[in-house]
């Protein structure tokens, strides 16, 4: 999941999945603008059958934080 995950990221940044990190912030480290991590949400959410509310939007800052959350939500918490 976690591959899959840095996968999609990439298409969305001038980053390789093998360069993502855990620790990369999306906006300060990555450029991405708020539409695309909009979109990319929801790609996120179509590809791993999840959902997000508002708050888990807010709270998503690191690759780190979606792959924790991401993970969660597959578990149905």
């Not at 179509?46 to 800052?61: K, M, P």
Request: charged share 30%; proline share 1%.
């Amino acid at each position: 999941m976690e591959q899959q995950f840095k996968e999609i990221l990439a298409q969305y940044t001038d980053f390789e999945p093998s360069a993502i990190t855990n620790e990369l912030r999306f906006r300060e480290d990555m450029s991405l603008s708020s539409l695309d991590f909009m979109t990319l949400l929801g790609e996120v959410e179509d590809t791993f059958d999840v959902e997000f509310d508002e708050s888990d939007a807010t709270g998503i800052f690191t690759v780190g934080n979606a792959i924790e959350l991401i993970r969660r939500k597959m578990g149905n918490e």
